[in-house]
């Protein structure tokens, strides 16, 4: 258990409409992750943070933002929601010294009718 | 191609038969692997490392070839509890840094 909560962990919102997604750590990781699961896809990455106030995008960043004040949170922003924003969303954490090795936080499951 | 290839399956074994899946790669300069499994509506966890010289934890055992380009994960006397989606986790070089690309995953039954 890497001390990860993800909130809310369902959300049903109507298109345009914006959403804030948050990713919570208690155990001081330098690196986090925004991932979406579709059916038929891979985990892809939104957008990660290498520090406070470091971020960058990932391969599907196209309609998202970002934000990290401080070290245990992560938000992810959809500033105009839309369906194909339906999706699984996880939040991960990268363990540094080590092997890389990423641990997941529980998923929130949105809906954008 | 796809950078992380794995075969979707699903894998319908007996309990305690043994089942072996193979994940293949794109990027023969990918730094570290990692066989990850996910239940219906969960997150993924972290099943094991890949390591070069190969490991196994209990009834689970890892294998990395450079080479060819694949990593594999045997499961020996498999129970019902295995049942779940095997995802093959690839660390791998892009635009000046390394990103973890994930494969599909392969559906493992395991029948009673």
């Known amino acids: 258990d890497a001390g990860i909560t993800q909130s809310p962990r369902h959300k049903v919102t109507e298109t345009g409409t914006p959403v804030t997604l948050r990713c919570h750590q208690t155990?001081?990781?330098?690196?986090m992750y925004w991932y979406r699961q579709d059916p038929g896809h891979g985990l892809r990455l939104i957008h990660y943070?290498?520090?406070?106030?470091?971020?960058d995008k990932g391969e599907v960043s196209d309609g998202y933002s970002v934000s990290r004040s401080k070290t245990e949170d992560f938000l992810l922003t959809l500033e105009s929601a839309t369906s194909s924003q339906t999706s699984v969303y996880f939040c991960?954490?990268?363990?540094?010294?080590?092997?890389?090795?990423?641990?997941f936080g529980p998923g929130t499951r949105l809906t954008v009718l | 191609r796809k950078e992380v290839e794995q075969d979707p399956g699903p894998f319908n074994v007996p309990e305690g038969a043994t089942v072996a899946f193979n994940c293949t790669y794109s990027?023969?300069?990918?730094?570290?692997f990692f066989w990850y499994r996910q239940d219906c509506r969960k997150e993924p966890k972290l099943l094991m490392s890949?390591?070069?010289s190969g490991n196994e934890d209990g009834r689970f055992t890892a294998q990395l070839n450079r080479a060819s380009q694949y990593i594999s994960l045997l499961i020996r006397d498999s129970k019902l509890s295995d049942s779940a989606t095997y995802l093959c986790?690839?660390?791998?070089?892009?635009?000046?840094?390394?990103?973890?690309?994930f494969g599909t995953g392969t559906r493992l039954k395991v029948l009673a």
């Open positions: 155990e001081n990781h330098r690196y």
């Open positions: 986790v690839v660390n791998m070089p892009a635009s000046g840094t390394y990103k973890y690309i």
């Open positions: 943070s290498y520090g406070v106030k470091d971020t």
């Open positions: 991960a954490i990268r363990l540094v010294p080590s092997y890389n090795e990423q641990f």
């Open positions: 990027n023969s300069a990918s730094q570290s």
């Open positions: 890949v390591y070069s």
